[in-house]
């Protein structure tokens, strides 16, 4: 049963992560046609964390709640993401140039 969780786990969060594929490849696509730096890099850093919440999770946890630095990880993937979306959303709908 504890593989199962494992794999969803996984599949979950990498679905995630395929969306901020998603979202980080918007940000530059619209850094090169509009010509204004949007910081899609940064996109970069939730990807990161939510895998290596994952991964962590997977290894260490039996449940998807309780361990301390996997909720680490993933609070600081979901404040980065929010961050970087709300950047690339005010340069998209006229923020400063």
Partial sequence: MSILCAAM??????????VIIFVYLIGRFFEEKAGQRSHYQAFLVPMVLFLLAAL????????FVGDLVGDALLFGGGLALMLSCRHLLALMVGGKK
Avoid: H, I, K, P
């Fill in 56 to 63: 962590r999770y997977v290894a260490y946890a039996q449940d």
């Fill in 9 to 18: 786990n996984l599949y979950s969060w990498g679905l995630a992560v395929v």
